[in-house]
Structure formats: structure tokens, C-alpha cells
């Protein structure tokens, strides 16, 4: 089906025909900065010029309000989209408020029941959304298949355990307030405002959608301008589960003006990924109207090796953890500390799993490519910088990373100088680098020295070692003898500190952060002294506060 601006009732998810064209350097979480000028006019989102599905024949000139997606692979056009301006956004939002109402008003189990219909949409449609999400970020279909998997049990978690986390709960009064009933509840904000990434344009972004939702908000998303198609997808299979409820979940397209359109059309929260110098320019937007904003930044995460590890184990977790998805994952690894004594052997196991590894786009490669071009300079940066500060190669170097192309090989770096960008800026390449460290001390200091604070993991010889390490990191999710292990736990919150963000999804936290809680009380009976009445005289009161005095210096 097409849709026009004419039609403003068209079902949620369906972007609304755009006005702003926007240009910028992207940064790595697949944002880009805004631009200066809007371009008025409508354009047809998701298909191509003929009418045709998006994606079946290739649009090399879209016209100026809209923008195309391409494959990272190929560089083939995928579709055209529109540009959303602020009017497109704020007609969105009015709309999702509206429908947000009667979402809110729902039992908790039957929004349960229609997010479950979601999530079974989602599921057997995982053919569709998988070659989706393959096609606008390069990764291995089964790569796909596997973020799928993981959000279809986030989103189950969400549905079935809103209830029971967010359900009004009672609280003691305390001595002063025994003559009080005190309740606590938890109420949904309104309107969530997603903005998200390229490298998990599914599993990230619904760590806030589907959460948002099961809180009873309604969510206007949008998805980054790398992946545009996925977050139509996703918006299209929640119209066919729920077709009574459109527009509680819709999507609008563009690049940073549309995400800065957003941020200031009147949501009631916003929810971004991407690197921290844009979340600090939409938190800037934010706070010019108060709005909550919860950021998660990207990480530096490190691996701690400690001499009694499974070191076969250790290696087949890092080069996962380091080269999977082609290193564009914000928890993945990408520092490495191994004591001195197991650093060699580590190194060893380490390079021969790594150098099995190919990229490519055939069904038999490791992974796929850079889903941003410009990402590959960054990676080559990192590398060169670190070789030539005096690192080693123990697996590829500098001509690993292709000064044009978008296919990187893997490389293993070892003695990287501490204040080399490898080992202080994201990279979010197939990069590693294992330094080694005197003892477990030095590893935990080197692992904190970071101004991110996302993930970590811990190979300690035994899982009481292991998480008595974990304590001492900064990191917001530790995984003891495994790495992302926390990624598959839905009841688990998810989120860091420094540059790598604030706020947690996921888990109990995750459902609590899109609500707003509300406290009340209610008077039982009147109390012996009423201390809240004038018409109580202040001796009175004054023997009443000097025994509780007495009593809370015993305590």
C-alpha cells in the first residue's frame, strides 16, 4: 500500500511523508549532525519511484526531500525515505499521544495480549526482518537471525512481567506516619521518543520500544538514517498485531534534524544510542524543556585474564567478543589484560582463532562489513597510531584495514601504550588489543582507567574468583567466564556511566525508567498527635518530638 500526506490516519509505523533534508558527518552509532536547511514536499516512504516495495528496484535520484538507504556490501541503493521535518514529527507525536490515552487506560493484561501478538508477528516474520536488517547493515544473515532471537525474548520478558513490576505496592508509614496507608505506583510517561542505532537496529532500539510500550507509553522512533527500512518493518508488524491501536507506534525517518525534531516536539522522554558527542547535543535539546533523556554511548570494554583461566575458553569468547559483527558492537571487546604469565599462550590462542576468521558477504563469511564507510578510517587510525607508538601485530597491522573499501581484516595488537586511541577511544572494529599486566591489581586498575563504563568480562578459574573481580569494575554488566552473557538476560538491566551513558533498559529498571512513579498516602485514622494541625498545642507537640528524639538516638 502507499500513503500520502493527505491521508492523516494512516496506521502507526508508517512514516509520515517528510519535509527536512538533512546532510552531516555520521558518528560510529550511525547519527549524523544536523543541517541548516528544510526542503519542503511529500514523497511516498519505504517505496520507489514506480510504487513498487522499497528495496525491488534501485532509485539513484531520489528527489530532495528524501533520502535513500543502501547496501554496505554492494553500495546498491535499497530504498528512498522521507526526510521528516518538525511539522512531520509533531503531527506524529500529537497522534501517538492520542492513541497512547487509550493504551494507558488498558489492563495490564491486555496490553500484554497485544504486545505477545507482536511478538509472535515479529517471529514469524523473522525471514523478512532478518534479510532486512542483513541487507542495510551487511552482517551474516544468521547474524540477524540471532538479534531477532534475542529481542523476541526481551519483548516476551517485557510483556509478561510489566505487571508485576510496575503494580501498585505498599510501603511502611515509619513511627511518625503510622496513622497512613503509603502506596507506591508506577504510571507511564506519555510519549517515548526512540532514537537508534545502525549496528543492532532491532535488538537496541526495542530495549526501549518494547519496554516503553509494556509500561503503557506510546513511541515515536526513529531509526538511524544507515537502517530506515528495519524500523518501518518493525512498525508495520505491530499495525497487523494490533490494528486497533494505530499510531502508538509509529517511525519517522531522516538523519539529525529529524532526531532534533523529535527531541523538541513535546515527548515526555527520550531514549538514544549513538556516540556521546551527539547524545550531548540532543541532551542539550533535551534540557531546554526538562525532558528526561536516557543515553547509552557506546563502551571501551576490556576482558580480565587471570592466570588460573580457561585460556581456551578466554580466547574463543574474545575473538567472539572483538570481531563479531564486525567489532560494531558497543559491548564487545576490545581491550584485553592478561596477567604476565598466561599473556603468551593467550596471545597464541588468541591469533590462531582469529586468523580462521574471513569477512565477506557469502554465506560462509565470519562477518560482514563496516556498515559505515567512514568507520573503516577510524579502524585504521587506531591501528596505524597504536604500531607506530610501538605496539605489535601479533595477527594483520595496518594493511588489514583497506584505505578504501569497506572489508576489514581481523588484527590482533599486543604492549599497546595505554594512551593510544586503540586503548582510549571506541574503535568499533575486528580490532583487539592484549596488553599484559603484573597481577589481577593492575588488571582492574587498567580496566577502570577509562572514561567509558559499559561492559567488561572476567576469566578468573572459577566463578567465585571471577565475580569477586567483577565487583571491582566500573562497568554497568560484568559476564564471568563468558562475554555478553548479560545481553541474553532479559530480567538483567542494561546501561553504563562516563561516556558510555546513563539510565538503564532492560529488566525491572528498564520498565521503571518509562514511568513516572507517584506516591500516596491515605489517613487510617487520626493520630494520637497530630503534628500537620495548628490546632495542636506545641507542648503537646513538644513531648511528641522529644520522644522520638529519645527513641532515635537507641536505635
Not at 528496484?57 to 521528516?84: I, K, M, N
Not at 501498585?168 to 496507608?181: L, T
Not at 576490545?334 to 604469565?341: L, N, T
Amino acid at each position: 500500500m502507499t500513503h500520502t500526506t493527505e491521508n492523516a490516519d494512516r496506521p502507526a509505523g508508517h512514516t509520515e511523508p517528510g519535509s527536512t533534508d538533512t546532510a552531516g558527518q555520521p558518528d560510529p552509532a550511525g547519527h549524523t549532525e544536523p543541517a541548516p536547511t528544510d526542503t519542503p514536499g511529500p514523497t511516498e516512504p519505504g517505496f520507489t519511484a514506480d510504487g513498487t516495495r522499497a528495496g525491488s528496484v534501485e532509485r539513484p535520484t531520489p528527489p530532495p526531500d528524501s533520502f535513500t538507504s543502501r547496501s554496505p556490501v554492494t553500495g546498491e541503493t535499497l530504498a528512498a525515505y522521507p526526510v521528516h521535518g518538525p511539522l512531520d514529527v509533531d503531527r506524529t507525536v500529537r497522534r501517538a499521544r492520542e492513541a497512547g490515552v487509550r493504551w494507558a487506560a488498558l489492563s495490564v493484561g491486555e496490553r500484554r495480549g497485544h504486545l505477545l501478538r507482536w511478538k509472535r508477528e515479529l517471529a514469524s516474520g523473522l525471514d523478512t526482518v532478518a534479510g532486512t536488517v542483513a541487507a542495510e547493515t551487511g552482517k551474516p544473515r544468521q547474524d540477524a537471525e540471532l538479534e531477532l532471537l534475542l529481542t523476541l525474548e526481551h519483548l516476551s520478558w517485557a510483556a509478561r512481567n510489566a505487571g508485576r513490576v510496575l503494580r501498585r505496592r505498599r510501603v511502611r508509614s515509619g513511627a511518625v506516619a503510622m496513622h497512613q496507608a503509603a502506596t507506591v505506583v508506577h504510571r507511564p510517561l506519555g510519549v517515548v521518543g526512540v532514537i537508534g542505532p545502525w549496528n543492532y537496529p532491532v535488538y537496541t532500539p526495542m530495549g526501549s520500544i518494547g519496554y516503553a510500550l509494556a509500561a503503557g507509553n506510546a513511541v515515536v522512533f526513529k531509526p538511524s538514517e544507515y537502517t530506515p527500512g528495519t524500523g518501518v518493518l518493525l512498525a508495520e508488524l505491530f499495525d497487523v498485531a494490533v490494528p486497533e491501536y494505530a499510531g502508538l507506534f509509529s517511525v519517522v525517518t531522516g538523519a539529525a534534524a529529524t532526531g532534533e525534531a523529535l527531541a523538541r516536539s513535546g515527548v515526555d522522554k527520550v531514549a538514544f544510542t549513538g556516540s556521546p558527542g551527539t547524545a550531548r547535543k540532543v541532551m542539550a535539546v533535551c534540557a531546554e524543556s526538562l525532558t528526561p533523556f536516557l543515553a547509552e554511548c557506546g563502551g571501551k570494554d576490556a576482558v580480565i585474564v587471570t592466570a588460573g583461566a580457561d585460556l581456551d575458553a578466554a580466547a574463543d569468547a574474545i575473538v567472539w567478543g572483538a570481531m563479531g559483527n564486525a567489532g560494531q558492537t558497543c559491548a564487545g571487546v576490545e581491550r584485553v589484560y592478561a596477567v604476565r604469565q598466561v599473556h603468551a599462550a593467550l596471545c597464541e590462542k588468541v591469533v590462531e582463532r582469529a586468523r580462521s576468521l574471513r569477512p565477506g558477504a557469502g554465506p560462509d563469511a565470519a562477518y560482514g562489513p563496516m556498515t559505515m564507510p567512514d568507520q573503516t578510517a577510524v579502524v585504521r587510525r587506531h591501528v596505524h597510531d597504536a604500531l607506530a607508538a610501538g605496539a605489535g601485530a601479533a595477527l594483520g597491522g595496518a594493511d588489514s584495514v583497506p584505505a578504501s573499501g569497506t572489508f576489514v581484516e581481523p588484527v590482533v595488537l599486543v604492549d599497546v601504550p595505554e594512551d593510544s586511541p586503540a586503548m582510549t577511544e571506541e574503535t568499533f572494529g575486528p580490532t583487539v588489543a592484549v596488553n599484559a599486566v603484573a597481577d589481577e591489581e593492575e588488571a582492574v586498575r587498567r580496566a577502570n582507567a577509562s572514561r567509558y563504563a559499559l561492559g567488561a568480562a572476567v576469566f578468573g578459574g572459577s566463578g567465585r574468583a571471577g565475580a569477586a573481580l567483577a565487583s571491582r569494575l566500573r562497568a554497568g554488566a560484568v559476564s564471568v567466564d563468558s562475554v555478553l552473557g548479560f545481553a541474553a538476560v532479559p530480567a538483567l538491566p542494561f546501561g553504563g556511566s562516563g561516556d558510555s551513558g546513563f539510565g538503564r533498559i532492560h529488566g525491572a529498571d528498564g520498565l521503571r525508567a518509562f514511568t513516572a512513579p507517584q506516591s500516596v498516602t491515605v489517613r487510617r485514622f487520626a493520630p494520637p498527635v497530630d503534628l500537620t494541625s495548628f490546632a495542636t498545642p506545641a507542648a503537646t507537640k513538644a513531648r511528641a518530638v522529644a520522644l522520638m528524639r529519645w527513641l532515635h538516638s537507641r536505635r
